[in-house]
């Protein structure tokens, strides 16, 4: 099953009665589920829909030649996590974003190697504590628009709090218009990634 966000999956792991495990892909975005084989189909549906409904997430079901894709992949567990092991992806996810955070703003403005480093480990130690300080059963359930702007505008002081102890003016702006884009890659920034990553044609 496919989810539109990083859900509360662990909940799962709580329907006893019908599932043995709950695992979340690298991206966040699918979920995996090993049922009890003792739980009858119609147990599995009411499970999954309960916890789907309490967490107003939005899921859809993978398409087959998907499914056989993601079913080899899951087999060997090697890029899925499950419970606390999530949070070794929220911490690889917080490097990731300081890290681009800081190419931003050097594309702007030339920081130096030392000031570079120093701003991408703080600005990671930020999302960590972020990312690994989250309540699963905060009012996100009943009201999940606010939540999610009253954390980005915690983290956004944070960053900028941060760029003050680091940054002269100049870099500061520089760091501001980087946070304006927000955290996740730019379609640009996609394409410089495709664009590294692809292998070269050879003639």
Same mark, same amino acid.
């Given at each position: 099953?496919?989810?539109?966000?990083? *859900?509360?999956?662990?909940?799962?792991?709580?329907?006893?009665?019908? !599932?043995s495990?709950?695992?979340?892909?690298? @991206?966040?975005?699918v979920?995996?589920?090993?049922?009890?084989r003792?739980a $009858? *189909?119609?147990?599995?549906? #009411?499970?999954?829909?309960?916890?789907?409904?309490?967490?107003?997430m939005? /899921?859809?079901?993978? $398409?087959? =030649?998907?499914?056989?894709?993601?079913? &080899?992949?899951?087999?060997?567990?090697?890029?899925?996590?499950r419970?606390?092991? !999530? &949070?070794?992806? $929220?911490?690889?996810?917080?490097? !990731?974003?300081?890290?681009?955070?800081?190419?931003r703003?050097?594309?702007?403005?030339?920081? %130096?190697?030392?000031?570079s480093?120093?701003?991408?480990?703080?600005?990671?130690?930020?999302?960590?504590?972020?990312?690994l300080n989250?309540? *699963?059963?905060a009012? #996100?359930? %009943?009201?999940?628009?606010?939540?999610?702007?009253?954390?980005?505008?915690k983290?956004?002081?944070? #960053?900028?709090? /941060?760029?003050?102890?680091?940054l +002269?003016? @100049?870099?500061?702006?520089?760091?501001? &218009?980087?946070?304006s884009?927000?955290?996740? =890659?730019?379609?640009?920034? +996609?394409?410089? #990634?495709? %664009?590294?990553?692809s =292998?070269?044609?050879?003639?």
């Amino acid at each position: 099953m496919e989810a539109n966000q990083n *859900p509360s999956f662990w909940a799962l792991e709580n329907k006893n009665e019908a !599932v043995s495990e709950a695992w979340l892909n690298r @991206t966040g975005t699918v979920i995996a589920v090993v049922w009890k084989r003792t739980a $009858s *189909p119609g147990l599995r549906k #009411i499970a999954a829909e309960t916890v789907f409904d309490e967490n107003n997430m939005t /899921v859809t079901g993978i $398409s087959d =030649p998907e499914y056989k894709k993601m079913l &080899d992949d899951f087999g060997n567990r090697k890029n899925w996590y499950r419970g606390k092991d !999530v &949070d070794k992806l $929220s911490v690889e996810e917080a490097d !990731v974003i300081a890290k681009r955070l800081v190419t931003r703003v050097n594309s702007k403005t030339s920081l %130096s190697k030392e000031k570079s480093e120093k701003l991408q480990a703080e600005l990671a130690s930020v999302f960590k504590s972020t990312f690994l300080n989250l309540d *699963p059963t905060a009012e #996100i359930n %009943s009201n999940e628009e606010k939540v999610y702007k009253q954390n980005e505008q915690k983290v956004e002081n944070q #960053i900028l709090e /941060v760029g003050k102890k680091h940054l +002269n003016e @100049t870099e500061m702006e520089a760091l501001k &218009d980087a946070v304006s884009l927000g955290w996740r =890659p730019t379609e640009k920034e +996609n394409k410089n #990634i495709k %664009s590294c990553c692809s =292998p070269k044609k050879t003639s």
